[in-house]
């Protein structure tokens, strides 16, 4: 064979270094595109005269302005805003469901009247059982002769008032006929030149009114009879769970306590002692605050020669149970009283015996007897029996004290419980000493420090008065 001519040899070299540039661009090409995005792939894909191929979209340039993506609107809601909302939103699922539990107890107000009767009587009678368990006597007849004990007291001195208000019903309706006499003569001698005539006409009226309104009368003594049945229906509810309230009180309370989810059950288990405890001191400062009240007002009421002076003194006994207003109550009975059959300087003389009595308790008495168990602020007191006052009348007036102090107590102890809960689970170092057993800052004695919660004990228990001084 002849050989190639030379030119020939280089046309075909070029030719094949010229094939291998085109390679090394197409692929660097196609690396750039798969590296900036598909359209720019399609782009670098173009055809053989270096443009883009029909229908894909070139990419933007470089000196195109860049567009914010829109923000999630969560961040763009301020952040007090956010903490608003979701305070708001759980107040009102916390508002409807205090609402609904109102809505049950308006429903069974009865039953629940009756059952915290039943829990204030309890922790009145309780310490008696305690005592005569110590004694050995078996728990059943303990609590029989306790129960029996002070039903028949509590009948006695009903049966007490009723029967001086009957014995000096004549007097005092006759007494009270002589001050209106009297009240007559003084307004037609008095500055305020008041005649015969009109004094008429207002006895009148009032007979009139009487007459008119005799329907009203009626209806409203038939509501007594109706308000009578609920009272003694509520009392016998009262007195059968006081009776097993006294006799298997540490058995409900463990039931109770299984209801409980199993994480908050400790922390439950170590309150409820202490609002026991509260309980307890609170309703036996009471009834020694009130029986001191009621002893020396009454003496007062006796040496000033005023008409049911015992009975007077009782129901100063059974008013001071509503805290403040009952005080006010009972003091402007005992005046009224001694106005109408005694005349103004008695009247005068008894208000500042009541006035006396009163500083002297309020002073000296509920702080030296109730201590620091029940301290509760007075503006949360009258609060509290104004609202128990309008949700349930006398006995939420009764009532509301009581449960506000548990409350606070309560509270106290499981916030307590919690920081000591989140201190004991927190890491600790190598060379820090392990936590005293009351809590951090807490001494052993202090009865306020939270501890872990024992298994009440059968004669005692948080529904009957562990961890009270008996």
Request: proline letters at 7%; a negative charge; glycine letters at 10%.
């Given at each position: 064979?002849s050989?190639?001519?030379?030119?020939?040899?280089r046309?075909?070299s070029?030719?094949?270094?010229?094939?291998?540039?085109?390679?090394?661009?197409?692929?660097?090409?196609?690396?750039?595109?798969?590296?900036?995005g598909?359209?720019?792939?399609a782009?670098?894909?173009?055809?053989?005269?270096?443009h883009?191929?029909?229908?894909?979209?070139p990419?933007?340039?470089d000196?195109?302005?860049?567009?914010?993506?829109?923000?999630?609107?969560?961040?763009?809601?301020?952040?007090?805003?956010?903490?608003?909302?979701?305070?708001?939103?759980?107040?009102?699922?916390?508002?409807?469901?205090?609402?609904?539990?109102?809505?049950?107890?308006?429903?069974?107000?009865?039953?629940?009247?009756?059952?915290?009767?039943?829990?204030?009587?309890?922790a009145?009678?309780?310490?008696?059982?305690?005592?005569?368990?110590?004694?050995?006597?078996?728990?059943?007849?303990?609590?029989?002769?306790t129960?029996?004990?002070?039903?028949?007291?509590?009948?006695?001195?009903?049966?007490?008032v009723?029967?001086?208000?009957?014995?000096?019903?004549?007097?005092?309706?006759?007494?009270?006929q002589?001050?209106?006499?009297?009240?007559r003569?003084?307004?037609?001698?008095s500055?305020?030149?008041?005649?015969?005539?009109?004094?008429?006409?207002?006895?009148?009226n009032?007979?009139?009114?009487?007459?008119?309104?005799t329907?009203?009368?009626?209806?409203?003594?038939?509501q007594g009879?109706?308000?009578?049945v609920?009272?003694?229906?509520?009392?016998?509810?009262?007195?059968?769970?006081?009776?097993?309230?006294?006799?298997?009180?540490?058995r409900?309370?463990q039931?109770?306590?299984?209801?409980?989810?199993?994480?908050?059950?400790?922390?439950?288990?170590?309150?409820g002692?202490?609002?026991?405890?509260?309980?307890?001191?609170?309703?036996?400062?009471?009834?020694?605050v009130a029986?001191?009240?009621?002893?020396?007002?009454?003496?007062?009421?006796?040496?000033?020669d005023?008409?049911?002076?015992?009975p007077?003194a009782?129901?100063?006994?059974?008013?001071?149970?509503?805290?403040?207003?009952?005080?006010?109550?009972?003091g402007?009975?005992?005046?009224?009283?001694?106005?109408v059959?005694?005349?103004?300087?008695?009247?005068?003389?008894?208000?500042?015996?009541?006035?006396?009595?009163?500083?002297?308790?309020g002073?000296?008495?509920?702080?030296?007897?109730?201590?620091?168990?029940?301290?509760?602020?007075?503006?949360?007191?009258?609060?509290?029996v104004?609202?128990g006052?309008?949700?349930?009348?006398i006995?939420?007036?009764?009532?509301?004290v009581?449960?506000?102090?548990?409350?606070?107590?309560?509270?106290?102890?499981?916030?307590?419980?919690s920081?000591?809960?989140?201190?004991?689970?927190?890491?600790?170092?190598?060379?820090?000493?392990?936590?005293?057993?009351?809590?951090?800052?807490?001494?052993?004695?202090?009865?306020?420090?939270?501890?872990?919660?024992?298994?009440?004990?059968?004669?005692?228990?948080?529904?009957?008065?562990?961890?009270?001084?008996?």
């Open positions: 064979m050989k190639l001519p030379d030119w020939l040899e046309v075909g070029e030719l094949t270094h010229l094939g291998e540039k085109l390679e090394e661009r197409r692929s660097a090409d196609e690396a750039e595109g798969e590296a900036s598909p359209g720019t792939a782009y670098g894909a173009g055809g053989a005269d270096g883009p191929v029909t229908g894909q979209v990419p933007p340039p000196y195109a302005p860049a567009v914010a993506a829109r923000p999630d609107p969560v961040a763009a809601v301020p952040w007090g805003m956010r903490v608003a909302a979701e305070a708001g939103w759980r107040l009102l699922v916390l508002a409807g469901t205090l609402w609904v539990l109102m809505r049950v107890i308006s429903a069974i107000q009865l039953v629940v009247l009756a059952f915290v009767a039943a829990l204030l009587v309890t009145l009678l309780q310490p008696t059982v305690a005592r005569l368990r110590r004694a050995g006597l078996p728990r059943g007849l303990a609590t029989a002769l129960a029996i004990l002070g039903f028949v007291i509590m009948g006695l001195v009903g049966w007490f009723v029967w001086q208000v009957m014995e000096n019903l004549d007097t005092v309706s006759s007494r009270v002589e001050g209106i006499q009297e009240l003569r003084w307004l037609l001698h500055p305020f030149h008041v005649t015969d005539k009109q004094i008429n006409e207002i006895a009148k009032l007979s009139d009114t009487v007459g008119t309104n329907n009203e009368i009626t209806s409203a003594g038939l009879v109706t308000v009578m609920e009272f003694l229906t509520g009392m016998l509810l009262a007195m059968f769970s006081t009776l097993f309230l006294l006799y298997d009180g540490a409900i309370w039931w109770t306590l299984k209801l409980v989810p199993a994480q908050a059950r400790p922390g439950v288990a170590g309150a002692p202490r609002a026991w405890a509260t309980l307890t001191a609170y309703v036996r400062g009471t009834v020694i029986m001191i009240d009621a002893i020396f007002i009454g003496l007062g009421l006796f040496f000033l005023v008409p049911l002076a015992v007077l009782v129901f100063i006994f059974l008013f001071a149970f509503i805290p403040l207003v009952g005080a006010v109550i009972s402007a009975l005992a005046v009224v009283v001694a106005l059959t005694q005349g103004p300087f008695t009247a005068l003389m008894v208000l500042i015996v009541v006035l006396a009595v009163q500083q002297i308790e002073h000296v008495l509920q702080p030296f007897i109730l201590g620091r168990a029940v301290r509760v602020h007075p503006l949360a007191v009258v609060l509290s104004a609202a006052g309008m949700i349930a009348g006995g939420g007036a009764v009532v509301a009581p449960l506000v102090a548990v409350t606070n107590k309560v509270v106290g102890y499981l916030r307590a419980y920081a000591e809960s989140a201190i004991k689970a927190a890491p600790r170092r190598q060379d820090e000493p392990p936590a005293a057993a009351g809590g951090p800052g807490q001494q052993e004695t202090d009865p306020a420090a939270p501890r872990e919660p024992t298994a009440a004990p059968e004669t005692g228990g948080p529904l009957l008065g562990t961890g009270t001084a008996e």
